[in-house]
T-cell receptor, first 111, second 115 residues
Framework: GESVGLHLPTLSVQEGDNSIINCAYS??????FIWYKQESGKGPQFIID?????DKRQGQRVTVLLNKTVKHLSLQIAATQPGDSAVYFC??????????FGAGTTVTVRA | KAGVTQTPRYLIKTRGQQVTLSCSPI?????VSWYQQTPGQGLQFLFE???????NKGNFPGRFSGRQFSNSRSEMNVSTLELGDSALYLC??????????????FGPGTRLTVL
């Protein structure tokens, strides 16, 4: 089956720097993508989403970029803070009722 | 308002036993999805329910089953437990469906350990 995957399993970033987390997807029929953040001992938490008719969407300190040509999704976090340390997952909709998740990237923020 | 709650939070079972996990969605949410999370496989979709009907199912054996009640609360059951069933089981709720832009809210999960 088709799946969503992340390029790197881990990312270490200096506090205050910008972070970029990448994700490659293979299902060209997917039209909705989401980024989640999961902290230790908690369930995933919605960060930002984007539909396939857009290529960029901004939130508070976060930006999601979608490149449908190469099936690539990225999450940019501005001015990374210690509280941003977590596992980040991208997800795509296989259909209206099902989300497929990538393997996750563990982000560690260095003080 | 209260978030998604899951009970129990931790569970230890032995091989061959069966287990039932419970999920209470956010008030007003009618869609409940279940996921299995393991270090090796990540988040894997189990099934999704809406108004007591299963609308989609992932690639899991028949030992994994679920149901939803009229108040939208959901349970999942795993029979004849295997060591590989050890995982964090996550429940997520949304108003209608999680695949079309309706945000899914996740519970804290139930950590199942099979010995």
């Amino acid at each position: 089956g088709e799946s969503v995957g992340l390029h790197l399993p881990t990312l270490s970033v200096q506090e205050g720097d910008n972070s970029i987390i990448n994700c490659a997807y293979s299902n060209s029929a997917s039209d909705y993508f989401i980024w989640y953040k999961q902290e230790s001992g908690k369930g995933p938490q919605f960060i930002i989403d984007i539909r396939s008719n857009m290529d960029k969407r901004q939130g508070q300190r976060v930006t999601v970029l979608l490149n449908k040509t190469v099936k690539h999704l990225s999450l940019q976090i501005a001015a990374t803070q210690p509280g941003d340390s977590a596992v980040y997952f991208c997800a795509e909709n296989e259909n209206d009722y099902k989300l497929s998740f990538g393997a996750g990237t563990t982000v560690t923020v260095r003080a | 308002k209260a978030g998604v709650t899951q009970t129990p939070r931790y569970l230890i079972k032995t091989r061959g036993q069966q287990v039932t996990l419970s999920c209470s969605p956010i008030s007003g949410h009618r869609s409940v999805s279940w996921y299995q999370q393991t270090p090796g496989q990540g988040l894997q979709f189990l099934f999704e329910y809406f108004s007591e009907t299963q609308r989609n199912k992932g690639n899991f054996p028949g030992r994994f089953s679920g149901r939803q009640f009229s108040n939208s609360r959901s349970e999942m059951n795993v029979s004849t437990l295997e060591l590989g069933d050890s995982a964090l089981y996550l429940c997520a709720s949304s108003r209608t469906t999680g695949g079309t832009g309706d945000e899914q809210f996740f519970g804290p999960g139930t950590r199942l350990t099979v010995l």
